[in-house]
C-alpha cells in the first residue's frame, strides 16, 4: 500500500535516515564496543543500554526505509484539483461557533505537526475536509462535540 507524503516530508525522512546511518549508528556501535571492552557483560548497564538503543535505530531505519519505498510523493503546488480538498491542499477554514480563523495543510502521518498547522490525512478534520471546496461546510466530530468549519480557501501550494 502507498504511503501518502509530500515532497518535504519525504526530505524530512530522508534527512533523518541519513543522520541515523552517519552518526547514530556508527556511535552505538561504538558505544557497544567500549562496553564490551569493560568485561563482564551480564552486570554492564552500559553496554544493555548501548544495545537497546541500537535496536531502536534499526527498527527507525527499517521503518523510514519501508516508508520511502511504498511513498507516493505528491507535490501540493502541481495539483489540479478544481479548488476541491484533497491530501497535500492548504485549506484555510473559520469555526463556525468561535470565528477563529485557522489554516491547515493536510499530509501524511509522519509528517503532521499541529503546531506547524500540518494534520494528518486520518485525521477526522481531514477526513471531513477531502473532496469539499471553498464555500463548502465541514461538520466534524470532537470531544466536545460536532463542530462545523466553513472552508474559507484551499490553496495548492
Known amino acids: 500500500m502507498a504511503t501518502p507524503m509530500t ?12 543522520r541515523l546511518k552517519t ?10 564496543a567500549e562496553a564490551r571492552a569493560q568485561g563482564d557483560l551480564s552486570e554492564n548497564a552500559e ?33 489540479r484539483a478544481d479548488g476541491r480538498v484533497v491530501f497535500g491542499a492548504t485549506v484555510e477554514l473559520s469555526d463556525e ?12 502521518d509522519d509528517e503532521a505537526d499541529l503546531k506547524q498547522g500540518r494534520i494528518s490525512i486520518n485525521s477526522p ?24 468549519y466553513e472552508i474559507l480557501a484551499v490553496h495548492y501550494r
Open 7 to 18: 515532497r518535504k516530508g519525504a526530505e524530512q525522512l530522508k534527512q533523518e535516515l541519513h
Open 23 to 32: 552518526i547514530e549508528r556508527p556511535a552505538v556501535i561504538q558505544a557497544i
Open 47 to 79: 553496554y544493555d543500554a548501548a544495545r537497546d538503543k541500537q535496536g531502536f535505530i534499526e527498527g527507525r531505519i527499517a521503518d523510514i526505509e519501508g516508508k520511502l519505498g511504498t511513498a507516493q510523493i505528491i507535490d501540493p503546488s502541481e495539483l
Open 97 to 108: 461557533s468561535s470565528g477563529d480563523e485557522i489554516t491547515y495543510q493536510i499530509v501524511g
Open 125 to 148: 478534520i481531514a477526513r471531513a475536509l477531502i473532496g469539499k471546496e471553498s464555500g463548502d461546510v465541514a461538520q466534524v466530530a470532537a470531544p466536545g462535540g460536532v463542530r462545523q
